[in-house]
């Protein structure tokens, strides 16, 4: 810390900073802890709320030098395709998202394989403009085979569907692992490391123009960063080529429901980068 800092600065770069670690928690989805946004629902669209207004500023890094420091990390960090795909040979001779799932198969690669009930792949366009990205299988997803069906899901549905105009057969679904983990515990390294040229390969043959990472650890999956998610969410990053807008995973939001402006927020961003006209205020259309 600078030491030409006042001491009230000092308190504020402290409290910056704490903040930033508990919005990181609470989004890991550690219960009880307060919320670092005011807790007032934003009216209108009931997935992620309204517009808010211009005096509603995001949350900043506590400095400029932070602020850097973190731009600095996020640029696309994963290896070149030919190494990350050459880990499972033919990989990079899939030529569409079906033969990619077949070449995954009845996957045993890493040790969730005999815990799940199905592999779940991912659904939606194959030739999307938009991805999201998220975690890992829940129970519901476990069961059905298809990612975010759960509450969570019904949530991200009402976000594509009421906020950005969407079907939410026009986006690609997908998570960072594609079996669920015991007690939907994170993803350990080696589960991600043995799915991850998968979700590479998902980025390379869809295409889009945008990628929604949801949740804490999808963006430091993707990003290979380990900077807390309150500082990287409504700024855009870069993976593969493809732009890619951090923000705060569905099942966050239902524990925090008045964090589902900054979701809005990020939303609409990428809603400008595809050429969706953003309604004057939230909701079905």
Known sequence: ???????????????DSVRDYLAQLAEEGLEGLPSTTPRTVAPGL??????????AARPSAPDGASARAAAASSPDSTPPSSELLSRYPGLD???????????????????????????????????ADLMFVGEAPGADEDARGEP??????QLLTDIIERGMGLKRADVYICNVIKCRPPDNRNPEPDEVA???PFLMRQIDLVRPRAIVALGTFAVQALLKVKTPISRLRGNWHEVRGVKLMPTFHPAYLLRSPGEKRWVWQDIQEVMKVLGIEIPARGGAR
């Open 1 to 15: 810390m600078s030491r030409d800092l006042s001491a009230p600065e000092q308190r504020r770069l402290m409290l």
């Open 46 to 55: 009931g997935a992620v709320g309204a517009k808010p207004p211009a005096s």
């Open 93 to 127: 001779k899939t030529a569409s998202l079906e033969a990619l799932s077949v070449f995954i198969g009845d996957c045993k690669r890493c040790k969730l394989a005999p815990l799940r009930t199905h592999l779940v792949f991912g659904v939606g366009n194959p030739d």
């Open 148 to 153: 975010f069906v759960g509450r969570a899901g």
């Open 194 to 196: 043995a799915c991850e």
